[in-house]
């Protein structure tokens, strides 16, 4: 049973437009939202966090939004920069545990 | 260090084989994971030490695979008798508390291949 879901393996993006990156999960007791970018060959870096008390949350380029009622969130990179080609994973986890579950991955490719 | 470090970063080994695969937390954090990436999977969960207490080794996909952490910092992974399906990236990744609200800090992987 996948609780969290990343439905779409890839995405292509011009630079400097914006990529929408979209993590499902169904999960409900899931409070605590991470981003990671993972370079191949690399271990996944951390990119924004996003807590159930809030909707959204910015840092610099990217901004991440949740919808609790429909277990949705989005990352959203703007611009899209060819060093934001990556792959990105969703993970979430419920208060009181400390086992982060992760998506599958998009991958990202923002073409120059 | 100041980041999560692995060793080794590569590994290749004939199925049949024994590995181990070394981790040493950031400085401070208490709470370890270890994650296993295969080819176009996800993160899949595998072990988490926390302190003292009991580790929660409910995503270990066989009885070959183990895991101990030592003083509480450095951890093992071993894969016993490893196996071609055993070949992924073994993530390890560790956070100061262990509890939701925290990030936690991946390293830069060691990639098995089983032969």
């Known amino acids: 049973d996948q609780q969290v879901k990343q439905n779409s393996p890839s995405l292509s993006v011009q630079e400097g437009r914006i990529s929408i990156l979209n993590c499902d999960y169904t999960?409900?007791?899931?409070?605590?939202f991470l981003w990671y970018k993972k370079y191949p060959a690399e271990g996944p870096t951390f990119l924004i966090s996003i807590s159930s008390i809030k909707d959204k949350n910015e840092d610099g380029r990217f901004t991440v939004f949740l919808n609790k009622s429909a277990k949705h969130l989005s990352l959203h990179i703007v611009p899209s920069q060819p060093g934001d080609s990556a792959v990105y994973f969703c993970a979430a986890s419920a208060s009181g545990t400390y086992k982060y579950i992760f998506g599958t991955g998009t991958r990202l490719k923002v073409l120059a | 260090g100041a980041g999560v470090s692995q060793s080794p970063s590569n590994k290749v080994t004939e199925k049949g084989k024994d590995v181990e695969l070394r981790c040493d937390p950031i400085s401070g954090h208490t709470a370890l994971y270890w994650y296993r990436q295969s080819l176009g999977q996800g993160l899949e969960f595998l072990i988490y030490?926390?302190?003292?207490?009991?580790?929660?080794k409910s995503g270990l996909p066989s009885d070959r695979f183990s895991a101990e952490r030592t003083g509480g910092s450095v951890s093992t992974l071993t894969i016993q008798r490893t196996q071609q399906e055993d070949s992924a990236v073994y993530l390890c990744?560790?956070?100061?508390?262990?509890?939701?609200?925290?990030?936690?800090?991946f390293g830069e992987g060691s990639w098995l291949t089983v032969v």
């Open positions: 999960n409900s007791m899931f409070d605590y």
């Open positions: 030490f926390q302190g003292n207490s009991a580790p929660d």
């Open positions: 990744a560790s956070s100061f508390r262990p509890s939701s609200g925290n990030t936690i800090y």
